[in-house]
Nanobody, 121 residues
Framework: QVQLVESGGGLVQPGGSLRLACAAS????????MGWYRQAPGKQRELVAT???????NYADSVKGRFTISRDNAKKMLYLQMNSLKPEDTAVYYC???????????????WGQGTQVTVSS
């Protein structure tokens, strides 16, 4: 089994900061790309940021300059530092990983259960 568990969500005022974390556990041989996605009420899930195993990053235009994605490969951890938060950042944030369980397996996408981020005064 592979599990991705997010933490760090909560209520924050506009302009504030939060740091999300995602822990991968279980039978894992290799983690390739990882990413953060979010889904606001009544909207489709959208990409926030991705990072390759080598550290190359990609961000949605709406979060560029405010959010920073990072990972610790040794600890199997993924992070999202969110600064200058806006009410429109309110959503459930999901962690995703492209993971191979054994040396013979192909990678497949795994998802966490999500963590709520609410930006409001």
């Amino acid at each position: 089994q592979v599990q991705l568990v997010e933490s760090g969500g909560g209520l924050v005022q506009p302009g504030g900061s939060l740091r999300l974390a995602c822990a991968a556990s279980g039978t894992i041989f290799r983690i390739s790309a990882m990413g953060w996605y979010r889904q606001a009420p009544g909207k489709q899930r959208e990409l926030v940021a991705t990072i390759t195993s080598g550290g190359s990053t990609n961000y949605a235009d709406s979060v560029k300059g405010r959010f920073t994605i990072s990972r610790d490969n040794a600890k199997k951890m993924l992070y999202l530092q969110m600064n200058s938060l806006k009410p429109e950042d309110t959503a459930v944030y999901y962690c995703s990983g492209d993971i191979a369980r054994t040396v013979v397996d192909r990678t497949r996408d795994y998802w966490g259960q999500g963590t709520q981020v609410t930006v409001s005064s």
